[in-house]
């Protein structure tokens, strides 16, 4: 017997490779494994429906994430990809795997945060699963949105002369983590050393509390705007738009001046000694959304606010990549993160 090591194949690699094998027999199947959410028609509305899961250890330390935020995080990142079909959630499943080492108080505190998303976002807790684990917890949400069939946006709409538009600001997130990990190791040298983060809100904020840009689409929707191809910024902006121009078969330019990244990232970048650029394009946990649009749709986006222009989709032999503040011409890398 053969045995290959799951790094030998990276995450998209492994799910690529688990996954290729399965044909789509169902009409209703209108998109299955490769976007943010796979959709279902049901003839009128089209449902969408999204899973992601949160291991400890991996995706979440509990020496630094409080439990409440923790469970508003779990609901916002399956959010946001419902959102990034240009659809809206209705529905949440929760299920968890926990040790023994949680007691019914704090499991209050992670619905609290569950609630508190659900309260903000509109969507209705409906199922889930329970069980134990032999240590940690583990976290899978599934969210369920609707569109209609012709709103609905994929990664592989992008055509050469669309604009690629991002939201909000990058690498926010990334830096937030580094400043919470730096805090967990001087905490654990000397336990009797309070951490200062009262400071650095914006970036903590960032990491602990993402949002899902329901905004955007009511943006969109109330604007007559319907973008060609989207993705939300999960892995990084450099790994994202990857997955766009792979799906839509496409290159990219990126303008390093046009990435809209926040004075408070920009100044905590240089004080870990980072590129603030690298961390927008790598950090990745920002959860705004990445998106093409014609070109003849940019008065729609010029004046709105949060949205910037950031380059332009290419043909694919262009390749992708950035263009520098200083003028030079690199290919953009997919980092993202390494989960295995
Ligand atoms: P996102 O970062 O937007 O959550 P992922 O990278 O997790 O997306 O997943 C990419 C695609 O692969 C999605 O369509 C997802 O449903 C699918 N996928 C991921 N893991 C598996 C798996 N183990 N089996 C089947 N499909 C999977
Ligand atoms: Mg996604």
Known sequence: ?????????GEFGLIEHLTKDFPIRQPSTIK?????????????????????????????????????????????VNLSDIYAMNAFPRQ???????????????LDELYAGIRAACDAYGVDLVGG???????G????????????????VYRSGARPGDLICITGDLGGAYLGLQLLEREKRIWQEN???????????????????????KDMIETFRKDGLKPTAMIDI?????????????????????????????????????????DPITCALNGGEDYELLFTIDPTDVDKVKYLPDIYIAGEILEAKDGIKLNTKGGNLHDLKAQGWVHF
Do not use: W
Not at 137 to 152: F, N, R, Y
């Open 1 to 9: 017997m053969q045995r290959t090591d799951v790094n030998t194949l």
């Open 32 to 76: 299955g494994v490769g976007d943010d959410a796979a959709v279902i028609d049901n003839g009128g509305l089209c449902t969408v429906v999204s899973t992601d899961m949160l291991v400890e250890g991996i995706h979440f330390d509990l020496a630094y994430v409080p439990l409440k935020h923790l469970g508003y995080k779990s609901v916002v």
């Open 92 to 106: 949440i499943t929760v299920s968890i795997a926990i040790s023994n080492r949680y007691s019914v108080e704090a």
């Open 129 to 135: 699963d329970t069980s134990s684990s032999p240590r």
């Open 137 to 152: 917890m583990i976290i899978s949400i599934t969210a369920i949105g609707q569109c209609e069939k012709e709103k609905l």
């Open 191 to 213: 336990p009797d050393v309070q951490p200062d983060l009262e400071s650095q809100k914006y970036a903590v904020g960032r990491q602990l509390k993402p949002e899902a840009r």
């Open 234 to 274: 999960s892995d990084g902006l450099a790994s994202d738009l990857f997955h766009i121009c792979k799906q839509s078969k496409v290159g990219a330019l990126v303008e390093e001046s046009g990435v809209p990244i926040h004075q408070e990232a920009q100044l905590l970048a240089l004080k870990f000694k980072l």
